[in-house]
């Protein structure tokens, strides 16, 4: 039967961004052959092969992905047997986040500089 399915991810990253590629393989330690492999993706069936290669990613699809690899050991099983692969979840984050950051820096940029101010005001008002 098959045996210890699992699933590697190029690049070895979780956190992704639109627009980047990534590709999933499946492989399993124990099995007869022929083996076949499918893909799913929060539970749903995406796709067939060892592969599955998404390009121009973008927020849907993060999830949880697996697979499930199965083979017929002989006529005399129809169903053959499976392997599913424990679950892979990614999460593609946008980019926006840097705005967020770029906008607190300026706004602390502002502040200090108001500080600033106030502190060589504050001098020039005792020196008098």
């Given at each position: 039967?098959?045996?210890?399915?699992?699933?590697t991810?190029?690049?070895?990253?979780?956190?992704?961004?639109p627009?980047?590629s990534?590709?999933?393989?499946?492989?399993?330690?124990?099995?007869s052959?022929?083996v076949?492999?499918?893909?799913l993706?929060?539970?749903?069936?995406?796709?067939?092969?060892?592969?599955?290669?998404?390009?121009a990613?973008?927020?849907?699809?993060?999830?949880?992905?697996?697979c499930?690899?199965t083979n017929?050991?002989?006529?005399r099983?129809?169903d053959?047997?499976?392997?599913?692969s424990p679950?892979?979840?990614?999460?593609?984050?946008?980019?926006?986040?840097?705005?967020?950051?770029?906008?607190?820096?300026?706004?602390?940029?502002?502040?200090?500089?108001?500080l600033?101010?106030?502190?060589?005001?504050?001098h020039?008002?005792?020196?008098?």
């Amino acid at each position: 039967p098959v045996a210890n399915a699992t699933i590697t991810l190029r690049p070895l990253s979780h956190q992704l961004h639109p627009g980047d590629s990534m590709t999933l393989h499946c492989s399993v330690q124990v099995a007869s052959a022929p083996v076949t492999f499918t893909w799913l993706h929060n539970g749903q069936e995406v796709a067939q092969g060892p592969l599955l290669q998404l390009g121009a990613i973008d927020e849907g699809h993060s999830g949880t992905y697996q697979c499930v690899a199965t083979n017929q050991l002989d006529g005399r099983q129809p169903d053959g047997h499976q392997a599913l692969s424990p679950e892979l979840a990614l999460k593609v984050t946008p980019w926006g986040h840097s705005d967020t950051v770029a906008a607190g820096v300026g706004w602390a940029l502002l502040f200090l500089l108001l500080l600033v101010g106030v502190i060589v005001a504050w001098h020039w008002c005792h020196h008098l």
